[in-house]
Every structure is written in C-alpha cells, then in structure tokens.
C-alpha cells in the first residue's frame, strides 16, 4: 500500500481504497477488507475470510514453533509474573552468598506448584569485570541447580557490576517481571542508571535491592560509600515500585516474606507516596471486598506512624501484634501485614518523621488495570499508537486504560482516572472515553511536572464497594522526544544503520547522544546532534553484528539525548531481532508408513484395553536446512524418533484408545512449521479381536498442511 508513493514490488497485488496511489498500477486494483464498498463488494467478504484463515494458520504456526508454554507466555497469558534473580558473586560477598542461596531457594520452594509459581525464572549473576549469562528456565529445580553452581570469587575493588547485570535482566525478562538484586557494593557502572531507569518505564518491572552487609564492611568502607551506593539502588526501587532494603546477614532470612509477598500473583497497588524531605502527613486509601493478602510497606528511619481503619481501631509501629495486624522491621523496612478480617472503606496512616520516606500499600485483587501513553496516527488505518520514552511536558497527553474485574471488565465501573505526583499533593484527572471492553481513553490536559503514577478509583459491580488501584511505575515529562522506528531485522555479519530523529520544544543546541545494547554489539553512534530551538534533526547509528550471532538472536537498543547543560532528557527503547537470510521456504513433509491398532471398543470406559500405534517419516527434503524439533499434541500417548539429523526421521506415536487424535508438529531450523493430523474411530459394532486389518478400524488421516510460516509473511 502506498499513499505517498505509487511504486510497488514486482508481482504484489494492492491494498485498494481511495488512498492507496498503487492501485493504479499493473497488477491493478486490489480488494480493501477495511471496508465493504459498491468496487469490492463482490470479492471483500472472500478476501476477509482468506486474510483470517492466514492469520489463525499463522498463529497456529507460531504455537507449533515456539511450544505452548511459550505461546502462552507471548499472547500475555501466564499463571503469573516472571521471576528474575540478580547476584553478586564477588569475593565480598563470600559471607553472605549462602544466605543469598538460602533464600532463593526458600522462595522457589514456596510457589512450587501453587497458583502464584512463576511462569519463569531467570539467574543472573554479576562479578567485576564478567557478569551474566543470562540462565532462563521455566523449571524451578533446574532454577534452583543453578543458584547452588554459585560461588563467591573475584571482584578486586569495592564497585561491581551491578547494574550491568540488572540491564540484562530488563531485557531479558518480559514486562511486568520481579527483579530481586542481592548485593553489598556500589555499582562501578553506574553510568548506566538512566538506561536503567528508561529500561524500568519501558517494561514496567519492579526491581527490589538487598543489600547485605555486617558492622565490620560498613566501618572497613566507610558510612559515605554505602549511603551514596543505598541511594542509588533507592532510586532505582522507587522509580519501579520496588523496595530498597538494607539487611545484614543476620536478618537477612526474614526478607523472604517481603520477597514473597511482591512476586506473588494478581498483586495490585493502592497506594504509594514518597516524600524526600519527610514530613508529618496523613495518607488515606480504600480498601475494597475484592483485596487479600493487605501489607503495607514503609521504609525510612527515625520515624513513627499509625493506622487507622475505618471503624477507628489505630495501631502504632510499635505493637507488633495489634488489632490491625503484624508489624514486622526489618532493616530500613516496616512491613504491616492486616488482619483477615480487615474492615473495607477509607483507612488513614499517619506519618512523622523529618528523614525520607516511602509508603506502599499492596494486596491480592482481580480487579486491576494496564495503561499506556498513546498517540494519534492518521491515514488509511488511524488509531492509536504507543509513546516510547516519557511524554511530552506542556501538552495535553492520551493514556489507554484496560481495566478488569472481577467477572470481567463489566463487573466494575471506572469512576475517574488522575495522574498523582508521587512525591507531591498535585493531582491531574482526566476525561474518559469508553471504548468498549474494558478499555478506556483518557484524556489530560496537562501533565504534572514531577514524577507521577496513575491513580484508578471505580467500583466493584460485584460487591457494590468503591476500590482505589494504583501503577507502580513512575513516570515524568520531557520536552525532548527521540524517535527511531525498525522497519527490517539485522544480519549476521554484516552492519545495520539506523536513523533517529531529535526533537525539542526547548531552548535549541548540541544535544549527546549515547547509545547501549544489551549484546554489547560493536556500535558507532554520534556523540552529540546540533538541534534547533523548537525543531528536530535526524542522526544516523550503525550497529555491527557478528557473524556467529545465532539466527533469532533479539537485540534491546536504549537511545538517550540529552539537552544542553543536562537539563532535559529522553529516550527510545527498541527490540530489534537477528536473523540469517532465508532460503528455505518449505516445511517439513510426513508420510504415513503404518498403522497398528485393535478395534477401539465403542464403550469409552473400556478405552484403556486397547492401544494404536501411528509409524511415519518425516523429512525436509535435500535442500532443506533440517528438522529442528519434533513433538505431538493434541494426543496424549508416547512419541519417539530416530535421530533429527538424518536426512529422513522415523517417528512412532503409541497411545491408548482414550485418545483417538493425534498432532505432530514438526519444525526446521528456518521455523517453517509441518503439522500431521491424525484420527481414529471407535468401532461402532462390538469389538472383534480378530479384525486386525488397519483398513477395518476406519483410519482417518487428515491432509498434511505444508504452509510455510514465510509464505504468510510476504
């Protein structure tokens, strides 16, 4: 489709419209399935049923290839959060690494086989220079063999890596993860805090810090060292939602709770404020029917508060067992853990101290809600599309809002939507848009000037009480916009350019410009880009990529401008993937070879007596790069083959007549997807021993589908 330009590829048909100027060339035309009209009626409702029949097989294709578990995981659908680990395993931390162990295994065996286990687990180890790999897995035990592969070694100097670790871990774990850092350093990189803190906004992670420590590193380091290296990690956990704790070895073991608590599943935010410097202030929040599971997390020194429900019960800090709930300190930490039967309404905690502060209120709800900054796009398709970096300062800003319930999004009703400074009183609402489904438009007029959450209130349609929910991510403006857009993969072996463009509503002059990759490939980048007062200008990067890098390597670029005097600053964050020119569009083939079976009985409580075996070959042809991997669903039975380097794969699937389909989901080492489905029938007459035949059992093979993956691309 072209609507600047009317060139097209040789041989591709046109999207069609009035706005598409490719139409007019050979091949011309083209059938819109955006809309029914008098030119495309004739063949619009065939070409939307071609184009969805694509889409599923693509899909389907996409499952086979990638397995279920992880399907489910790219469509946003998990029992609960990915769980990441970052550790120090530097000789300073020889001490307290097998504490360290202790409570990572604690926590694993805490969520195994519940509902609130994590979908994954991801290791990342740091040390000075080296840190990583990255260890993914989705079993915990291997998770846990890992963790016990730890040593304590190196390092030299005081700094560590740390946060070249965490960037691994942002990267490498999806949106909305837990990251718990254990470490007892400051970080020797902390020219990375601001791609740290952009990596934060862009995945909407929480990162937790534990520092570990005793009396002797403290004096040995000195009190300026690890309160600079405390506020920091402080930084970055409130920028995300998290907690920064400092522990000794000592206790250490009763921050699992804290840990356990914030990876938990279907964890939401009510409240969180910050307040630097602290100051005496009552906070008040709403607790609905819906919430369990209600801690409160305060951290913060030489400081006193009390809580107040709304039958006017209070308890102090001081009473670790009272009518509310538990207190329990550790560290810099309070945690207040309420009672079960917690009163729903308006609570109220009262806070004195004149050092910082941070207060967090979480529980375990359904009842919750996503949102992104948007914009406006025209043309032949408008809507909206995503704001990467912060938005604009000055100007009106658009967030989408999906809210659900308790029984789905009808089962509560949005009241208002505000953006609230996290660590001021301004609040900023919004007007909303119902889009149907859940999904709000809201719209704000301005934005406020400090670091903000969004701040939902409704009400619970089930229940009939009002509920308050929270982000945890902060977010701020920015009057400098960076904008890069991918349009193509990168090659092994060759370099990849990448143009960006800068844009200020500020004062104009040289802005820096920095760059980094989570693969820490080989990059030229500009080091500054001269910008006008109110206008933009367009740099170039070049990126190079070994030439070993492994097809569907994926690649995170951060991109940051920085106003002159560093007064302002913005970022992009992009995904880029590596992958090896293609040559093999063509899918595995199957043939069938045999089919044993004895009549399956007609009566399916009987199924169990009786068994079927499918024998077939499978290949990728001469030309082929080679079947990668082979499995069944759909069937539940035992699958085995010979050796997927040989040039033919002999395949045998045994099963029971309990299950009578079966699937087989072969994939090449350039992701075409084969699927063989396969069928039998129950014998509808009594069961006869001696009519072994396979044709007497009414064998059903299904044809062979070879779509390619690619073929649905181009």
Same mark, same amino acid.
Request: with cysteine; aromatic share 4%; net charge negative.
């Given at each position: 489709?072209?609507?600047?330009?009317?060139?097209?590829?040789?041989?591709?048909?046109?999207?069609?419209?009035?706005?598409?100027?490719?139409?007019?060339?050979?091949?011309?035309?083209?059938?819109?399935?955006?809309?029914?009209?008098?030119?495309?009626?004739?063949?619009?409702?065939?070409? #939307?049923?071609?184009?969805?029949?694509? &889409?599923?097989?693509?899909? @389907? $294709? /996409?499952?086979? *290839?990638?397995?279920?578990? !992880?399907?489910?995981?790219?469509?946003?659908?998990?029992?609960?959060?990915? #769980?990441?680990?970052?550790?120090?395993? &530097?000789?300073?931390?020889? @001490? $307290? /690494?097998?504490? *360290?162990?202790?409570?990572? !295994?604690?926590?694993?065996?805490?969520?195994?086989?519940?509902?609130?286990?994590?979908?994954?687990?991801?290791?990342?180890?740091?040390?000075?220079?080296?840190?990583?790999?990255?260890?993914?897995?989705?079993?915990?035990?291997?998770?846990?063999?890992?963790?016990?592969?730890?040593?304590?070694?190196?390092?030299g100097d005081l700094p560590e890596m740390c946060l070249s670790g965490l960037q691994l871990a942002l990267t490498g774990a999806p949106a909305s993860s837990h990251i718990y850092v254990f470490t007892d350093a400051v970080a020797k990189d902390i020219a990375l805090k601001d791609t740290i803190v952009a990596l934060i906004r862009s995945t909407k992670s929480t990162v937790s810090f534990f520092m570990t420590g005793d009396g002797a590193r403290r004096s040995r380091r000195g009190v300026e060292s690890r309160a600079a290296t405390f506020e920091n990690y402080k930084d970055l956990a409130l920028a995300s939602g998290g907690q920064a704790i400092g522990v000794t070895k000592e206790n250490l073991p009763q921050a699992t709770d804290i840990i356990i608590d914030s990876s938990t599943s279907a964890l939401v935010t009510v409240l969180q404020r910050a307040r630097n410097p602290g100051r005496a202030?009552?906070?008040?929040?709403?607790?609905?029917?819906?919430?369990?599971?209600?801690?409160?997390?305060?951290?913060?020194?030489?400081?006193t508060f009390t809580l107040k429900n709304p039958a006017g019960v209070t308890q102090k800090q001081n009473e670790a067992n009272g009518k509310l709930g538990t207190v329990q300190t550790v560290g810099n930490l309070y945690r207040v853990r309420l009672a079960t039967d917690k009163h729903t309404g308006l609570w109220e905690i009262s806070m004195n101290s004149n050092q910082p502060y941070t207060l967090k209120v979480t529980g375990q709800s359904t009842i919750a809600f996503i949102y992104d900054f948007v914009e406006t796009f025209e043309g032949p398709h408008p809507g909206y599309a995503l704001i990467s970096g912060r938005p604009k300062a000055g100007m009106p800003?658009?967030?989408?809002?999906?809210?659900l319930g308790r029984k789905g999004p009808a089962s509560v009703k949005v009241a208002n939507v505000a953006l609230v400074t996290v660590s001021g009183s301004e609040v900023v609402g919004g007007a909303l848009e119902d889009m149907g489904n859940g999904d709000f438009l809201v719209t704000v007029t301005k934005v406020p000037a400090g670091e903000f959450v969004v701040l939902l209130n409704g009400t619970d349609v089930v229940s009939s009480t009002v509920f308050q929910r929270q982000s945890t991510t902060q977010m701020s403006v920015s009057k400098v916009t960076i904008k890069a857009v991918v349009d193509r993969s990168m090659e092994p072996g060759k370099p990849f350019t990448l143009p960006f463009t800068v844009m200020t509503d500020a004062t104009g002059g040289s802005y820096k410009i920095s760059a980094s990759n989570d693969r820490d490939f080989k990059m030229n980048v500009p080091g500054s880009i001269a910008v006008t007062t109110g206008g933009n200008s367009t740099g170039e990067m070049t990126i190079t990529v070994p030439a070993n890098t492994p097809s569907g390597t994926d690649v995170t670029l951060t991109i940051e401008a920085v106003a002159p005097g560093a007064s302002d600053s913005n970022y992009a964050v992009l995904r880029l993937s590596v992958v090896t020119k293609v040559t093999d569009f063509t899918p595995p083939q199957c043939e069938v070879v045999s089919v044993s079976v004895v009549d399956c009985p007609a009566d399916p409580a009987?199924?169990?007596?009786?068994?079927?075996?499918?024998?077939?070959?499978?290949?990728?042809?001469?030309?082929?790069?080679?079947?990668?991997?082979?499995?069944?669903?759909?069937?539940?039975?035992?699958?085995?083959?010979?050796?997927?380097?040989?040039?033919?794969?002999?395949?045998?699937?045994?099963?029971?007549?309990?299950?009578?389909?079966?699937?087989?989901?072969?994939?090449?080492?350039?992701?075409?997807?084969g699927n063989c489905r396969f069928s039998i029938v129950r014998n509808a007459g009594p069961p006869s021993l001696a009519l072994s035949f396979p044709l007497l059992v009414c064998l059903l093979v299904s044809a062979f589908f070879t779509t390619s993956l690619r073929d649905l691309l181009i």
């Open positions: 489709m072209g609507i600047l330009s009317s060139a097209k590829p040789k041989g591709k048909c046109s999207h069609g419209g009035a706005a598409d100027l490719t139409s007019s060339e050979v091949p011309r035309g083209g059938i819109s399935k955006d809309e029914r009209r008098s030119d495309n009626v004739a063949l619009h409702t065939a070409a #939307v049923t071609v184009a969805t029949t694509a &889409t599923l097989q693509l899909l @389907d $294709d /996409i499952r086979g *290839a990638a397995g279920d578990n !992880n399907y489910l995981r790219l469509m946003g659908i998990a029992r609960s959060s990915v #769980v990441a680990f970052v550790i120090d395993t &530097t000789g300073s931390m020889r @001490d $307290d /690494i097998l504490e *360290a162990k202790r409570v990572v !295994n604690e926590i694993i065996d805490s969520k195994k086989g519940t509902q609130d286990e994590p979908s994954q687990y991801i290791l990342v180890p740091f040390n000075d220079p080296k840190f990583g790999p990255l260890i993914r897995t989705t079993n915990p035990d291997v998770m846990k063999a890992e963790i016990a592969k730890l040593t304590a070694d190196g390092g202030e009552t906070f008040s929040f709403l607790l609905d029917e819906s919430l369990n599971n209600i801690t409160i997390y305060i951290t913060g020194k030489s400081l800003a658009m967030l989408l809002v999906s809210v009987a199924c169990s007596s009786a068994f079927w075996q499918l024998s077939a070959n499978l290949t990728d042809g001469v030309n082929g790069t080679g079947i990668t991997s082979l499995t069944h669903r759909q069937g539940v039975g035992n699958l085995t083959h010979t050796d997927l380097k040989q040039t033919v794969v002999a395949a045998a699937f045994n099963a029971s007549c309990c299950s009578l389909t079966v699937e087989l989901v072969a994939v090449d080492k350039a992701m075409n997807v």
